[in-house]
């Protein structure tokens, strides 16, 4: 589920429909499969992998409820990796590019059916062209082939990388940015 928008404006009750449907319910599937597992004890060997996204590692202003829920996903990924370790199952999680799939460009949709410039101060005018300016940009606009590819070879896989960035231009450029942050004055 994603909910854009302006974080300082949008309705309480979508940021939590999103926590609901992007973090508590992975956690509470996870939880139920980990604890079979490990009380059958067949855990070893066996792999956890979060769909997370681009959008886990970094903050694009109007994205910030949808990829709060991916950075707590990146938060209970990286603490089971630890946790687990010691019953021999391993985690990883996969982070998406913006690819042209529909997903984010309904995503850019769902502000405007509660922004109303009579009452918000975000214009709907401005979100909309932002998002539009972004959709035409050749990051806005990736195939899901590459994606689709990458997935069938990492998840079956018994090694490999705990955070898989695809596709390596968006890898970079997220590396580049928490460098960047390092830096940021407020």
Known sequence: MGEAGPVWEIPLDL?????EVNVFLPLQLTQGVLR???????ARGKKVVFTSSMGGLFTPANWGTYVSTKHALEAFAEAMQQELASYGVKVQTINPGAYYTGYNETMADNPFRWL???VHFTRRAELRKGFDDFFATPEGKMDAQEMIDRMIEIVPADTGKFRNVVPKVIEDMLKDHQLAAWENTI
Do not use: A
């Open 116 to 118: 109303d410039d009579s």
């Open 36 to 42: 079979k597992w490990i009380s059958e004890g067949s």
């Open 15 to 19: 940021v939590r429909r999103n926590y």
